[in-house]
């Protein structure tokens, strides 16, 4: 699909499932099972859903936001000498423009950090230079940044490991099927803001069209508004606008390879059109790298054969990544 044809429609507003996960710690197993069954709807259409009874507080996500603009708003110096160019593993800032997620497109009107599992450099994975492991960069003026980043990392990873049990149930498979896979995951906390549009330039995207190449993508947004998801059917852009207390979770490119595309990876980009500062705190959650990937036997419709190769999660999110930046 070219840039162009992307643009061509117009942008109506989504109806996306709102799940409440809550049950899916519930002691009855029908009630878990149900959770399951709307999970399995919303992965089947665009893999694209709200989930509310999440459990994580408030007071955290509202801590994680303003040291997310305090960050932001730090000197351009300052930022600069956190930039991810002196980290090996793809920590700390992303300058705007720094990243172009949809090819052919100008660079995303946005700037970034990167927050992934703290490592020290003796960690035997970091010596060997393991794709994204390794420490963070912190700055060093905002006290409240590293524990509110630490202990928002902390509740969403938990999050993460509840909803892959739940989708291992939307598949029918037993509740703990993901449990290998979630042992020392390899996810990554990414701060963003996105200025506002700019009128002289109305193509240039906060966030260029892409698909997600991990696993689940769990989403904190602000109350502006600007994220939108593709419609397939109606071949049009739809807007998938902030419902307070919840996160927009969505499924990566792995769990549609995993599912033999089955489950769905949808194409989703960002306009901040509201004229107003946006930011947003999306949350990859990817499990262990050396965990290997591979068609889940029930996905396959009777007569289909398995469409991709086995590949580690490593594997897979090294390839992806060359994609939208070049790899040292
Ligand atoms: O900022 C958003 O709302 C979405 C960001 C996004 O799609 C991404 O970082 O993959
Ligand atoms: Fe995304």
């Known amino acids: 699909m070219t840039p162009q044809s992307l643009t061509a429609k117009s942008v109506e507003t989504a109806s996306l499932p709102v799940i409440d996960v809550s049950a899916l710690s519930s002691a009855d197993p029908a009630k878990r099972a149900a959770v399951g069954a709307a999970l399995r709807a919303a992965c089947l259409d665009k893999g694209f859903f709200y989930c509310s009874g999440h459990g994580i507080p408030q007071g955290l996500i509202d801590a994680a936001f303003a040291e997310t603009r305090a960050l932001f708003d730090l000197p351009d110096a300052e930022k600069d000498s956190l930039d991810k160019s002196t980290s090996k593993a793809n920590r700390g800032y992303e300058t705007l423009g720094g990243q172009t997620l949809e090819a052919g497109a100008m660079p995303d009107r946005k700037e970034g950090y990167y927050i992934g599992v703290e490592l020290p450099e003796s960690d035997p994975r970091v010596q060997e230079g393991r794709f994204n492991r390794g420490p963070n960069i912190w ?17 969403l990873t938990v999050l993460g490991e509840t909803l892959m049990r739940g989708i291992a149930l939307s598949l029918d498979l037993p509740e703990d099927t993901f449990k290998d896979y979630c042992q020392d995951p390899l996810a990554t906390l990414r701060l963003l803001h996105y200025p506002p549009a700019n009128p002289d330039a109305p193509e240039e995207r906060g966030a260029g069209a892409h698909t997600d190449f991990g696993g689940l993508t769990i989403l904190m947004q602000d109350d502006n508004g600007g994220l939108q998801v593709f419609d397939q059917a109606s071949e049009s852009w739809v807007h998938a606008n902030p419902i307070s207390g919840t996160f927009v979770c969505n499924l990566g490119d792995m769990i549609a390879r995993w599912t033999n595309d089955s489950y769905r990876s949808t194409l989703h980009r960002v306009m901040n059109t509201s004229g107003r500062e946006r930011y947003s705190i999306p949350f990859f959650y990817v499990g262990n790298p050396d965990y290997e990937v591979k068609c889940i036997p029930t996905c396959l419709k009777p007569g289909e054969t398995p469409k991709y190769d086995p590949i580690t999660v490593e594997e897979h999110l090294t390839s992806m990544y060359r994609k939208t930046y070049v790899i040292k």
């Open 139 to 155: 700055p060093s003026d905002l006290a409240g940044f590293q524990p509110t980043m630490r202990a928002y990392f902390a509740a």
